[in-house]
């Protein structure tokens, strides 16, 4: 092969190899910085929220009026809603249906409350209470200790921290501090008042309501509100690719349906992840410029050395033998630009995250074994299809000798 | 291991609308065999196709009627296809072309060694030894396009021997040789004939190898 590649490899073009590194370099960074940018983005996006599953929406309908009846979905909407593309799974909001009190008492402060539950499926719910210092604990009602773990909203710990706390001097409560804090909650039932002891699991900044496990809400309402109407005013929609696609959107305002909160947050994750796949897109057309340049350099070789390849093939080398050399010489070009890219982009990366973090807490930084694999996919793809297109040229010289006879 | 090649009825392509056009000889719109052993000088002026003889036996070009044979002595012969052809130029039959088909850029050991690498045949010190003994020695690590024709015929003849083979075939070897290079090449081949037994072509328009040959033909 020494010899092979002494006669063959002459003839290279530098300028045209230096060409293609440069211009695919550009483009396998910009490629690999959108591949940990998504990354990025879908970890900072659902970051700061360790209950609920990354990519959801929370749908109601709108109140008409004061007078009309609860605004429910049907089982056909639901299914309808099943359906779309973009939706992975749809959860439904199931509401306590008898009075529900709440209170806590800190040193000599108490507070007593009416309060409302909700529950949803367990499926929308990740068992990470490390947040709050319950990493043991399940989310599971105890009946027999009468432990119930509920999801509280953020913003009810920040109205108690800035307003409740600080006007009446009372120590302000950390997330770490949550696990124990001493809240009850009390059932007025039929049967006379039931008493349990509530047990923080965590926050959320996403859903202003209080959740606790969903077989507990069910059978809550089976047992003492067996008449009541149970169906779901509000729904939970979730998707598995953590974005949804803008017809969902247009499918919700035909139906007249209202998204709740973090609406906006969703559109602005759908357009950000639009912008990564641009940024995505415009790196590949760079590297596919590179490609091609590739290609129309090795095959200006080859064309080169149509008489060395005929020569050698009349000699009794194969074609694959010939084909060889100049598969060899691109896997070699292929594999230097993308580690290289890989690299540069390893190296660059502490510093943008260094970045972030101190315009974000929340941000934080993702490992790059996406980028590698990225990588290594292009270099199979690159070094297959050069090594195809270099192999047909060969024997396209070599043709009129092949058949034989 | 082929016995004998045989040229059933072959003609060029050319002609066949019109048989009468093309040449008939000894070879051409003949039965001709060459045997293993034996040695076949083909004798052809100017125009008679002799370049196109060497091309349809190499399996170089197909723009022929009729059939050329290689059989194995067991009545079996060597089916057609691209490894079946492979193995013709790799171990069937030694080709040293008229124009030498030489890599300018590469020095006569290297040229040499481009082929041997193929079978690995023979080893760099004996290549070495059979340029230094047609006069090349001090050319052995010079590039090829540095040197004279009749130096490169020199250079092409050893590259034609560093194969295994059952026949070889010689396109004018010394058409650019002087007497005593022309008789070291003949001790070569005959030397080689003798230890393996192979069959030799050569090809000539009247500047002859000296050589024994067993048939004389005219294209």
Known sequence: MKLLFKLLRQNISLGQILGFVLINLVGGLIVLSGVQGYKDFKSFSTGGDQILSAGYLVVTK????????????????????????????????????????ASFALGQAKLSS??????????????????????????????????????????????????????NGLPQITDDLLGTFPLRIYFDTEEGRVDYNAMVCGLTNKINTILVPWNFMKELNEKYAPDADCSPSRLILTTDAGDFEDSLFEYLDEKGYVMEGDSSHVRLQSFIYGILLVVIVV???????????????????????KEKIVNLFSMGY?????AMVYQLTVLVIDTFVWIVAALLTTIIYPYFSAMM??????????SLWQVWLVSLLFILLFSVMHGLVVYRQVRKHCKCNERGK | MIQSIVFDNVNLKLFTDNPQDGPVSQVWNNVVTFERGKSYLIEATSGRGKSSF???????????????????????????????????????????????????????????MLKNQITGYTTEKEVRAMLVRLGLEDHLDRPCGRMSFGQQQRVAFVRALCQPFDFILLDEPISHLDEGNAAIMTDMLRERQEKDGVGVIVTSIGYRLPY???EILYL
């Open chain 1, 357 to 366: 973090q101190e315009s974000s807490s929340d941000f934080v930084p993702a």
């Open chain 1, 283 to 305: 790196g590949f057309l760079f590297s596919l410029m590179a490609f091609f340049l590739l290609v129309v350099s090795i095959l200006l070789l080859i064309e080169k050395n």
């Open chain 1, 114 to 167: 009416d309060i409302f539950l909700e529950a949803v499926p367990d499926e929308f719910i990740k068992d990470d209470y490390s947040a709050v210092g319950n990493e043991d604990r399940v989310w599971d009602a105890d009946l027999d200790t009468k432990l119930l773990p509920v999801i509280l909203p953020r913003n009810y710990l920040n109205l108690y921290n800035y307003g409740y706390a600080a006007a």
């Open chain 2, 54 to 112: 060497c091309s349809f036996l190499c399996g170089l070009r197909n723009d022929y009627v009729g059939n050329i044979i290689l059989n194995d002595g067991n009545g079996n012969a060597l089916p057609g296809g691209y490894s079946n052809m492979l193995l013709r130029r790799q171990k069937i039959l030694a080709m040293m072309f008229q124009e030498h088909r030489l890599f300018p850029e590469l020095s006569s050991v290297d040229n040499v």
């Open chain 1, 318 to 322: 194969s074609v694959r033998k010939i």
């Open chain 2, 212 to 214: 024994e040959y067993d």
């Open chain 1, 62 to 101: 709108p109140v008409e009026s004061i007078l009309a009846e609860r605004p429910v979905f049907s089982e056909d909407e639901i299914k309808d809603l099943e359906k779309l593309s973009s939706v992975s799974s749809v959860g439904e909001f199931v509401a306590s249906q008898i009075e529900v009190k």
